[in-house]
């Protein structure tokens, strides 16, 4: 297993491309099952995630081209045949978002078979809610085996209401929603841009959708989808850019992230400017530069407008270096503070209670081997280690390679000192310091 080396206390600098949003980019390959033909998407990040989708529609019958034109993130998709409506435990299990498969597949076969994704590191993140929607429009479920089997006669429009916002269970059921018969209403929907983006994806297929951004969709069904007549690009993804922007402002330095959704970081802006960073957008990059202490800001973390929960892990990070206490409150998942313990490994001084953690700022951090947990506590304890002082070795780096593209890349090119180095390299190095010991 690879691991990640930082050699903290150096100052960021420069400007980093963002890539294709990997909560955009799920959907979207998956809303393609809905419109037999080709599809053409651009601007898809390189992750592995993205890899498990494709091989997930690979595995339904539907075979994918990466790398169109010599363009790593252009992907072309041939949905025209649809051989298996299923969706193995082998692949649910690495990628909880497999279950976004459950919507299409019941509106283009009339029969899905899902593997019920379990807890993971973050939460219990159950699914009654995708299927409370999906059953408002005629299918019915039944589990069994660790599947959830569902089928449908015929899909018909129908109100309904969530009872939380949640963001995957809206995209499944709105892509249900797309193929019934009449008007679907979804109130207390989520209003993530990631599902503005699936639904312009969705009416670039001749879908109609209204109400996307807001809490309540509505979505006036059509018999079929055809591909979409242009390639479609996806959204830059927000959270990337966030980090980049925060590991700008731990280490005093400038960064700016290109091809950033500036519209849709407002609170992750707001936050930083009253942090004492100076925040400068255009239409499509955020340059945040500090030059002074960092002031603490609390925050909450809230569906969308809010503070996301997906930059929680990487604010707690930023505030163990400002002046004061910050709170910090996790209102989405109820176990996401898993860095907390990491960041403590680094000197960091935070008291948790509940779903608030409160940071006591100023504390100097120093390298440490610290191990990822998942995708976000992954990327704090990157920032944490940009500006420890010392060498920070972080284990388990997998969980990066499903969310930030080419990270070390990108790290080096704004000056960081941090690379990738696989065990058998560590191994090997080991070996040959042993044997020159000896020697
Ligand atoms: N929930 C239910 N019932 C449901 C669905 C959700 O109670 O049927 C609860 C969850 O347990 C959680 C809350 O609702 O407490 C919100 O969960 P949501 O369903 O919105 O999360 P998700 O759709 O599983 C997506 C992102 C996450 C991101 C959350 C919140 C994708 C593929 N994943 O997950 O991204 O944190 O929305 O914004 O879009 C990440 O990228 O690191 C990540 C975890």
């Known amino acids: 297993m690879d691991k990640l080396v930082i050699d903290g206390g150096v100052q960021l600098n420069g400007t980093v491309s963002i890539s294709g949003a990997k909560n955009a980019a799920l959907p979207i390959l ?11 998407l651009h ?28 363009r790593p993130d252009r992907v072309r998709l041939d949905t025209t045949r649809l051989a298996f409506c299923e969706a193995p435990y082998d692949v649910v299990r690495k ?7 459950l919507g299409p597949l019941l509106a283009r076969c009339g029969e899905a078979h899902v593997s019920l ?45 969530l009872d939380v916002p949640t963001v995957t269970g809206t995209e499944n059921i709105m892509m249900a929603a797309v193929l019934a018969e009449g008007i679907t209403t979804i109130r207390n929907a989520a209003a993530e841009p990631e599902i503005v983006d699936l639904a312009r994806f969705l009416r670039s297929m001749g879908a109609r959708i209204k109400g996307d951004g807001t809490d309540t969709l509505e979505i006036d069904g059509v018999p079929a989808l055809r591909p979409a007549r242009k390639p479609y690009a996806i959204m830059g993804d927000r959270i990337e850019a966030g980090t980049y922007l925060l590991a700008g402002a731990i280490t005093g330095g400038d960064v700016t992230a290109k091809g950033a959704p500036v519209e849709d970081m407002t609170a992750v802006i707001e936050a930083l400017n009253e942090s004492g960073c100076s925040v400068e ?35 707690v990070a930023l505030m163990t270096q400002a002046g004061g206490s910050s709170v910090v409150q996790e209102n989405i998942f109820e176990n996401r503070f898993m860095h907390v313990a990491e ?36 990327a704090s304890l990157i920032l944490a280690g940009l500006a420890a002082e010392g060498t920070t070795e972080m284990l388990r780096i997998y969980h990066l390679d499903r969310g930030y593209e080419r990270l070390v890349g990108k790290l080096e090119q704004l000056g960081a000192s941090v690379r990738r180095v696989s065990e058998e390299t560590a191994v090997a190095v080991g070996v040959s310091v042993a044997t020159s010991a000896v020697v």
């Open 30 to 40: 998956v809303a393609t099952l809905l419109a037999p033909g080709e599809h053409e």
């Open 281 to 315: 957008c255009t239409v499509d990059s955020i340059r945040v530069s500090r030059s002074g202490p960092l002031s603490s800001v609390a925050i909450s973390t809230q569906p969308h407008p809010g503070f996301p929960t997906d930059m929680q892990a990487q604010w």
């Open 43 to 70: 601007n898809v990040p390189e992750l592995v995630d993205v890899s498990f989708m494709l091989s997930l529609l690979g595995r339904v019958g539907c075979p994918s081209l990466v790398g169109i034109g010599g």
């Open 117 to 161: 994704p379990g807890g993971c590191a973050i939460g219990v993140r159950p699914i009654d809610q995708h299927l409370k929607g999906l059953e408002a429009l005629g299918c019915t479920f039944r589990l069994e085996g660790g599947y959830v089997h569902g089928s449908v006669e015929r899909l018909v429009g129908a109100d309904i209401t």
């Open 95 to 101: 990628m909880r978002a497999s279950v976004l498969v």
């Open 343 to 378: 960041l403590h490994r680094m000197g960091a001084n935070i008291e948790l209670a509940g779903n608030t953690a409160t940071i006591h700022g100023g504390a100097k951090l120093t390298g440490a081997t610290v191990m990822a947990t998942d995708l976000r506590a992954s």
